[in-house]
């Protein structure tokens, strides 16, 4: 009985430990999802309590909807090439860090300081960059012979500009991480490499990279949600003189929150969401899908 009770005990505990953590998910989570795909059939204005049924309505206007259609276009553009990027960029910067340089500590510090500071105050310091006359981005332009760009007035331009500014500020996360599964790897599978006459970029292709892919797919899926939810830099950075970026680049949260809390129209903001939501998850399955079945 002693030792029963002692187990009992035991597996209390941990699913207590697990009940709270779980519970919280539900509510944070779960419920406000399913509450969402419950709203994308309605009508809804936020206020009136009336709130009729219209079934797949919404979605039918969403398909046809241009700012829809423009903003969907805008955040694919935005996270393909910001992904890429920053994956590419974060590997390359990695790659050398991780056999051991010297002021390494002093590296990782200057790259990683962008993704922990506040996204605000980043943005605004690079909307005095990106400006079109007194900027930096267009003197280090000109330095090689290019005409000034109008980063902050020309929807493509600023699409550009949020894009090189997110890259910026996620390149150090993804090296930190590059970092720890580069140096994760076995030293044997580099001595036999060695052994083998297998160096540079035949030791890359052939042993580091499948090794690393676990980081990459971790790295890729991270960065796509992170990109496909992307807001604060679009709005500081795309903004136009009454503060709305639609007129540069509308991407897909700030036109589910124009809906949502600008024109009241909770429900077709909701069917937003949903569409949203099953991008983004679907994405993420590919992405498992395709890069998992390179590590086996």
Request: glycine share 6%; hydrophobic share 55%.
């Amino acid at each position: 009985m002693r030792v029963s009770r002692a187990l009992m005990a035991r597996y209390a505990f941990c699913y207590l430990m697990l009940a709270i953590p779980t519970a919280l998910f539900v509510v944070f989570r779960i419920i406000p999802i399913a509450r969402t795909l419950q709203l994308s059939t309605l009508n809804w204005d936020l206020i009136s309590p009336a709130k009729p049924f219209v079934g797949l309505g919404n979605f039918r206007e969403l398909l046809l909807d241009p700012n829809f259609q423009l903003a969907l276009s805008n955040t694919t553009i935005f996270a393909a090439v910001t992904v890429t990027a920053s994956v590419v960029l974060a590997l390359l910067v990695a790659l050398p860090l991780a056999r051991g340089v010297r002021l390494e500590g002093l590296y990782q510090l200057l790259y990683f300081l962008p993704f922990v500071a506040p996204t605000v105050p980043e943005a605004v310091a690079w909307k005095w960059i990106c400006d079109t006359r007194y900027g930096v981005l267009n003197y280090l332009l000109s330095l090689v012979g290019l005409g000034p760009v109008s980063w902050l007035t020309e929807p493509r331009a600023t699409l550009w500009a949020v894009i090189i500014m997110s890259v910026w500020k996620t390149l150090g996360y993804n090296m930190i991480l590059f970092i720890v599964g580069l140096r994760a790897i076995p030293a044997e599978y580099t001595e036999a490499a060695l052994i083998d006459g297998a160096a540079g970029w035949r030791h890359f292709r052939s042993i580091t990279l499948p090794l690393l892919m676990p980081t990459v797919l971790l790295i890729t899926v991270i960065s796509t949600i992170a990109a496909y939810n992307v807001f604060t830099q679009v709005y500081v950075l795309a903004s136009d003189i009454q503060g709305s970026p639609a007129g540069l680049v509308r991407v897909l949260i700030y036109d589910i929150f124009e809906n949502a809390f600008r024109f009241y129209r909770m429900g077709y903001a909701s069917a937003e969401a949903t569409v949203f939501f099953v991008i983004v998850l679907g994405l993420t399955l590919i992405q498992f899908r395709v890069l998992r079945s390179q590590t086996e």
